[in-house]
Structure formats: structure tokens, C-alpha cells
């Protein structure tokens, strides 16, 4: 099983899982049709199925499009099956979902949006996080309370050390700048900051992180109380 990793609309990642023993993919979080379709061009690859972590634009702008081209199956949160354009498969939290050779742990991480949820393709240790945990930040609370981000949060934080984390967007440059201001002798996160600015000025994705990265450097994984967390978040929104 390999990710490919395939940028989208101004920083979107979506991300292709590609299983070449049988030429079957999924697609996670499809921002737009042309990328992807792009990348599986003169590629003997089948896109069977598309995955949707939350029912924002640019995680479902090309679901339409794509299930039209290549017959994929659409994924989603049950309670977000009238906000998931062209829906197939109603996912529930903590369900196993088996397709081929595909497995992933539905986890339902309320917060940035009501019906968000994470696919922790745990036998390949990844998880696809969309826009409730990015390397070195969270998503904003749109819908749901702090108390759900952070328990949202917490859920992720248990997986074990080694799994890689593949989020919504390119935001960690960015995200780093506010947890060097907030944890300013942290020295894993100095590293991480060095590696970052590297993998940027060489046009290169800062994705996937893992769950250890983001223990050590992540402000929104440091903190282990809601009050803080809550203030942390506040303050983000207007950094
Ligand atoms: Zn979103
Ligand atoms: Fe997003």
C-alpha cells in the first residue's frame, strides 16, 4: 500500500492510497476532478473508491466527477449523507470498513465540523486526519464546541507513536510559527521548524508528520486541559 500525495485548489491536499498488487485505489478528500485525474492518467489504476473525511467544498469538490469517470464508490459519515455529494456508503464511528485490501477504523472527531471523522488504516499504521488535526495546528471549530475538538484530539493522540498522519491541507509553516510562540524552548519543535522550512523552500510537501511529531511539537497536543486548549484555540483564530 503507498500514498501518493496530490495537491489541490491553493494548499488542499488529496491523497491517493494505491494498492499495486491489484491496481486499486482510494482517494482521500477529492478538492477537485483534474489532479487526480491527471495523476491516474496512462496509470493502470482503478479509483474504486472515494473517501470523504467532512462535507466541506474543498474535501468533496470532486466526488461528482470522478465517481462518473471511474464508477467509484462515495464514503462518508451517516450523519452527513445529505451534505455528501453522491454518498454510497453510510460510514458509522468506530466501524471497520474492508474493501479489497483496504482497512480502515472509522473514527468519528467532531469539532471542526459536526460530522467530521478520521480512516485510520491501522494494519498500514496512516491515518487520514482532514481538517481536525494538521501538523502542528487544528482546525478551526466551526460547527461543533471546543470540548469535541479536544476530545476529538485526544482520540488521534492514543494511536500508536509510529503512525503517520496525513491532513486537509499545507498549513504547517504557517501552524509553526504560533507553537514556537507559545513553547519557545521546545527543542523538538526547533528541529522540526528546520526540517519544515527545508522541505518548503524545496517545493516539497511537509506531509505526512506522525503522532510522535506531533506530541512533541504540536501546542494543540501539548496541552492537557480544555481550558487551555480552548484559550490556545482563541487565540489562533486571530494570530
Ligand atoms: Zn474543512
Ligand atoms: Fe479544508
Not at 468533496?60 to 450523519?79: A, P
Not at 491532513?167 to 510562540?181: A, D, P, R
Request: hydrophobic share 30%; with cysteine.
Amino acid at each position: 500500500m503507498r500514498v501518493e500525495i496530490i495537491p489541490c485548489l491553493q494548499d488542499n491536499y488529496s491523497y491517493l492510497i494505491i494498492d499495486d498488487s491489484n491496481n486499486s485505489a482510494c482517494v482521500v478528500d477529492p478538492s477537485e476532478t483534474k489532479p487526480v485525474i491527471n495523476f491516474l492518467k496512462n496509470k493502470n489504476i482503478n479509483l474504486k473508491y472515494i473517501l470523504n473525511t467532512h462535507h466541506h467544498f474543498d474535501h468533496i469538490g470532486g466526488n461528482k466527477d470522478l465517481k462518473k469517470k471511474y464508477g467509484s464508490i462515495v464514503l462518508g459519515f451517516k450523519n452527513d449523507s445529505e451534505r455528501i455529494p453522491e454518498i454510497d456508503v453510510l460510514l458509522e464511528d468506530n466501524q471497520i470498513w474492508k474493501a479489497e485490501n483496504f482497512t480502515a477504523k472509522i473514527m468519528h472527531i467532531p469539532g471542526h465540523t459536526t460530522g467530521h471523522i478520521c480512516f485510520h488504516f491501522f494494519e498500514n499504521k496512516l491515518i487520514f486526519t482532514g481538517d481536525t488535526l494538521f501538523s502542528l495546528g487544528c482546525g478551526k471549530i466551526f460547527e461543533g464546541t471546543y470540548e469535541e475538538m479536544f476530545n476529538s484530539l485526544n482520540k488521534i493522540k492514543s494511536l500508536p507513536n509510529e503512525t503517520k498522519i496525513y491532513c486537509g491541507h499545507e498549513y504547517t509553516l504557517n501552524n509553526s510559527k504560533f507553537c514556537i510562540k507559545h513553547d519557545p524552548n521546545n527543542l523538538n519543535l526547533k528541529n522540526k521548524i528546520e526540517n519544515i522550512k527545508k522541505q518548503v523552500k524545496d517545493g516539497l510537501p511537509t506531509i505526512p508528520s506522525t503522532i510522535k511529531d506531533e506530541l512533541d511539537c504540536n501546542i494543540f497536543l501539548r496541552t492537557n486541559d480544555l481550558e487551555s486548549f480552548s484559550k490556545l484555540r482563541d487565540l489562533k483564530d486571530n494570530f
